[in-house]
């Protein structure tokens, strides 16, 4: 079984990844690298059990597909809900049950996000009747075949990264609107998955000795943040209300998760995006594709992460029962650990790591005292983390950049 995976499996995450991912993450602030939660899937034998985009064991669901994993709380709410059947059916099945560090589970997290946002195939026959009916062939030639009022194409079949793909579409957005006013053409709109089959197709066409990489750093939200400023995205947009208001409010909307989504939504935004720079002399804002990851990263990070209230905390954690194996007040013994002094910040991947590493025995003692495992929504655990944040004693260590804001 393992050797069929590794040829199905890591041939097909590693060609992606290596298009996407490249190097360390050399920056001083610690961002999880998906690179490196790749190998943990792999390596602690996730893989075995989940499929990813498709291939891989079939005991488990795809973590990469489902629609109710689609952020870090509602993705530790399901491995901590499911936690007791997970490691029943791997006892069955005589696996070793691994553990993990939280930098492992930080990793892992960002992997299993960054291959979330990875398109389905497109269909290239699709993308070439789009190439004729957006009118994109009266315009651009590819390998030399083809009108040219605008470049050739190749250079954008060569791309294998699908940021650097969204990011190309978007600069080349700029210099159109000139050529097609004097043309009289209608600036071409996408919608669903076209933008995956047009890309689709002018990969097909691109040639095998052209292909390039385009490595691109782990993406930062921390660096996405001071882009987001210093490209100026702040004069029209707000952040939780904090910023323009030309546009909408980014920290308040949840954006596409697929880049093929996200590369329909800017395209067809570029427009008034071009009128709304040009009548407050903004300049429209050109990405690099790590900028443009590192903007991604940091806007994907905001919905992402649900805002908790310590008091709903407060009442789910006295509903589920926790308060009678663990205590809430400095100098009070319990059962289980003080939850005062936390030696960990507290997380979604810090809490996935300690019920991982610790549940079984957790599970075991609930077990003997006939007491139920706790059920949580994403939205209670933020709450219950909230609540637990607010009791820690000064002592604590700081959060983490993963943590609670």
């Not at 009747?129 to 315009?139: H, I, P, W, Y």
């Not at 079949?157 to 793909?165: G, T």
């Not at 190309?168 to 919608?191: D, I, K």
């Amino acid at each position: 079984m393992k050797g069929k995976i590794s040829k199905v499996v890591w041939l097909v995450l590693a060609g992606i990844f290596t298009a996407a991912l490249s190097g360390s993450n050399t920056a001083v602030d610690r961002n999880p690298d998906p690179k490196a939660g790749m190998k943990v899937f792999w390596d602690k034998g996730c893989i075995r059990c989940h499929p990813v985009l498709g291939q891989g064991g079939s005991i488990g669901p795809d973590l990469t597909r489902s629609p109710a994993l689609g952020d870090s709380f509602q993705l530790t709410a399901a491995m901590w809900n499911h936690a007791p059947q997970m490691w029943q059916r791997m006892e069955a099945e005589h696996f070793v049950l691994p553990t993990f560090d939280v930098t492992e589970m930080e990793d892992l997290f960002a992997f299993l996000a960054m291959v979330r946002s990875f398109d389905e195939p497109g269909d290239a026959n699709a993308g070439r009747q789009l190439f004729q009916t957006k009118r994109c062939v009266e315009c651009h030639s590819i390998r030399g075949q083809g009108a040219h009022v605008g470049p050739d194409l190749t250079s954008v079949a060569s791309l294998r990264n699908p940021v650097a793909w969204v990011a190309a579409m978007w600069n080349h957005a700029t210099g159109m609107f000139a050529v097609l006013n004097q043309r009289n053409v209608a600036f071409p709109e996408f919608q669903g998955t076209e933008m995956v089959d047009l890309q689709s197709y002018i990969h097909s066409m691109g040639s095998g000795e052209q292909q390039r990489q385009d490595y691109l750093l782990p993406p930062s939200a921390l660096r996405g943040e001071a882009l987001f400023r210093t490209k100026q995205c702040v004069v029209c947009h707000s952040i939780g209300g904090l910023g323009g208001e030309v546009g909408p409010d980014l920290g308040r909307t949840v954006l596409p998760q697929r880049y093929g989504e996200i590369a329909v939504v800017m395209w067809n935004h570029a427009p008034q995006m071009n009128r709304l720079a040009t009548a407050t002399a903004v300049p429209y804002p050109n990405f690099q594709p790590q900028e443009l990851a590192d903007v991604l990263a940091y806007l994907n990070s905001l919905p992402a992460t649900p805002r908790g209230n310590a008091a709903a905390g407060a009442r789910v954690f006295s509903a589920e029962g926790c308060s009678a194996c663990h205590a809430t007040a400095a100098g009070e013994t319990s059962a289980g650990p003080n939850l005062t002094s936390l030696e960990l910040s507290l997380s979604p991947a810090s809490v996935g790591t300690t019920m991982w590493n610790h549940g079984p025995k957790m599970l075991q003692r609930m077990e003997q005292f006939s007491i139920p495992w706790p059920l949580f929504s994403s939205q209670e655990l933020a709450d219950v983390l909230a609540y637990l944040e607010s009791i820690q004693l000064p002592d604590r260590p700081p959060a983490s950049e993963g943590g609670q804001r």
